[in-house]
């Protein structure tokens, strides 16, 4: 099997610009800054943009940001449960032991992202468009990826338990050593896909197939 590419880790500067307070306004921009133990819960704003930077317990709970751009950004340890983050782009981003139950990123566009250890239990990642992307560890019951294209995605020791994959193109696709118990997703989609035996098995009865070996005599 030919071995895949790893997503691109965010090109980070050797020392960023401290933050301690931050208002949030439409096309605001950000570059080389460190953004840490920030409270901007139900903030709201469109456009913003920010670069080759570190965010650290920044409180983004019901956050509205409308195409928000991150470009070379680690996040650890941040709470963006409930955000809207339609039409985001995002590239070379690693987002570390956060939260991101509930949020929504409807149609945004995902390029060398990694996520490790990050809960996003009922996130919105509905006409989505990701390119080399891998999610370690992460929480993803009942998380919703109808009609996104993804091409180059691993979801390593991932919980999918009733994840939504319906209508999602799959290229390159790896699901080795993650629960995909009551996943939903039809059979064109996984051709390709990387799986274990034991996977198999559970695969089969998501596409509606039923195994018996019994032999009818004629």
Same mark, same amino acid.
């Given at each position: 099997?030919?071995?895949?590419?790893?997503?691109?880790? !965010?090109?980070? !500067?050797?020392?960023?610009?401290?933050?301690?307070?931050?208002?949030?306004?439409?096309?605001?921009?950000?570059? @080389?800054?460190?953004?840490?133990?920030?409270?901007?819960?139900?903030?709201?704003?469109?456009?913003?943009? +920010?670069?080759?930077?570190?965010? *650290?317990? $920044?409180?983004?709970?019901?956050? =509205?940001? !409308?195409?928000?751009?991150?470009? #070379? $950004?680690?996040?650890?340890?941040?709470?963006?449960?409930?955000? =809207?983050?339609?039409?985001?782009? &995002?590239?070379?981003?690693?987002?570390?032991?956060?939260?991101?139950?509930?949020? *929504?990123?409807?149609?945004?566009?995902? /390029?060398?992202?990694?996520?490790?250890?990050?809960?996003? @239990?009922?996130?919105?990642?509905?006409?989505?468009?990701?390119?080399? %992307?891998?999610?370690?560890?992460? *929480?993803?019951?009942?998380? /919703?990826?109808?009609?996104?294209? %993804?091409?180059?995605? /691993?979801?390593?020791?991932?919980?999918?338990?009733?994840?939504?994959?319906?209508?999602?193109?799959?290229?390159?696709?790896?699901?080795?050593?993650?629960?995909?118990?009551?996943? *939903?997703?039809? !059979? @064109?989609?996984?051709?390709?896909?990387?799986?274990?035996?034991?996977?198999?098995? =559970?695969?089969?009865?998501? &596409?509606?197939? +039923?195994? #018996?070996?019994?032999? &009818?005599? &004629?």
């Amino acid at each position: 099997m030919k071995e895949k590419a790893s997503p691109q880790r !965010p090109r980070l !500067p050797v020392s960023f610009v401290n933050l301690e307070k931050l208002i949030l306004e439409d096309y605001a921009e950000f570059a @080389e800054h460190k953004l840490a133990s920030l409270d901007l819960v139900d903030a709201a704003a469109k456009n913003i943009s +920010i670069e080759e930077s570190l965010l *650290q317990r $920044v409180a983004l709970t019901s956050a =509205q940001l !409308p195409k928000l751009r991150f470009r #070379d $950004v680690r996040v650890e340890g941040c709470d963006l449960s409930a955000a =809207q983050l339609e039409k985001s782009r &995002l590239l070379r981003v690693e987002i570390r032991s956060s939260r991101l139950i509930g949020v *929504q990123m409807l149609a945004a566009e995902l /390029t060398d992202v990694i996520f490790r250890d990050c809960n996003f @239990e009922g996130a919105f990642f509905a006409s989505a468009h990701g390119k080399h %992307l891998r999610f370690e560890n992460c *929480q993803l019951q009942n998380a /919703t990826f109808e009609g996104a294209t %993804l091409e180059n995605i /691993t979801f390593s020791g991932c919980d999918l338990r009733n994840a939504d994959f319906r209508n999602v193109t799959l290229t390159q696709a790896d699901l080795r050593g993650s629960n995909i118990d009551g996943m *939903q997703i039809a !059979p @064109e989609a996984v051709r390709g896909t990387v799986i274990t035996s034991t996977q198999a098995l =559970q695969m089969v009865g998501l &596409l509606g197939l +039923i195994v #018996d070996d019994e032999v &009818l005599d &004629l």
